[in-house]
């Protein structure tokens, strides 16, 4: 079943239109990859599927609800998280306090607790580092961060945009290694990321975005041997 489907969505920044009319679904349990060059609408897509900006038309669906004119924070009580491009993290508070950011649309404090004890079983460091300013945490810490405090609001799916922007070959196989682990731990990820042949190797389906188009979708595998798909976004 698709826990999210866009239908011709179409998104305009004035009167530029950066997302022209796509369609695409994301079922449940999956890691879908959203691949193609900058200025594509890849950050575009997420922002209006999380509710950051207005969708000029189409429909989204969520979890079998129309969340299309939802604001931003129902969206996230309705169980979808979205980790940002450069990780936004809210560098003068410690570690501890921007994790609990995450859970801000929650009152249950047991369950937060529970949530928090498996952020900090994922991410050891997080744990170590949980009175510290997050300002002060190397790249890759923070984007451990952005994603633990995700986690927080106990999503049914995250969305990711560059995870491994600006992060160092060790750090970017951690991370992916932790996306694959918190999908299987039963969360669906909407996956967008400039490191094509990273984002393929681990996801099972994938929609290739140009100037606001899908020209291409797929099993990740097949696309991964696309020749179109290796000359425009796979070569060293």
């Known amino acids: 079943m698709a ?3 866009v239908t011709d969505m179409a998104v305009n920044y004035g009167m530029i239109q950066a997302v022209k009319g796509i369609s695409f679904e994301v079922e449940e349990g999956e890691i879908v990859a959203l691949i193609g060059a900058n200025g594509a609408g890849k950050t575009t897509t997420l922002h209006t599927v999380t509710g950051m ?3 000029k038309s189409g429909k989204i669906e969520f979890d079998g609800a ?3 004119k ?8 309705m169980g979808l998280a979205h980790v940002p491009e450069g990780r936004r993290v809210f560098a003068q508070l410690s570690v501890l306090e921007n994790l609990k950011m995450g859970a801000y649309t929650r009152k249950d404090k047991e369950e937060i607790e529970r949530s928090l004890a498996n952020v900090y079983q994922r991410f050891p460091r997080l744990e ?3 009175a510290q300013l997050a300002g002060t945490l190397s790249g ?3 984007q451990m961060l952005a994603m633990g ?4 609001s106990h999503p049914k799916m995250i969305v990711m945009d560059e995870p491994s922007m600006g992060l160092s070959p060790l750090y970017v196989s951690e991370i992916f290694k932790i996306i694959q682990e918190i999908n299987a731990s039963g969360t669906t990820v ?5 490191n094509a042949k990273k984002a393929l190797s681990i996801a099972n389906k994938a929609y290739v975005l140009e100037t606001g188009k899908i020209v291409l979708s797929g099993d990740a595998r097949e696309l991964m041997n696309d020749d179109s798909v290796k000359k425009a976004y796979l070569s060293e």
């Open 53 to 55: 900006i207005p969708a």
């Open 190 to 194: 909407l996956l967008v990321e400039q």
């Open 128 to 130: 170590e580092r949980k």
């Open 3 to 5: 826990i999210l489907k």
């Open 149 to 152: 405090r995700a986690l927080m």
């Open 140 to 142: 890759g810490e923070q």
């Open 66 to 68: 129309d969340i299309t």
């Open 70 to 77: 939802v604001p931003a924070h129902k969206i996230v009580s």
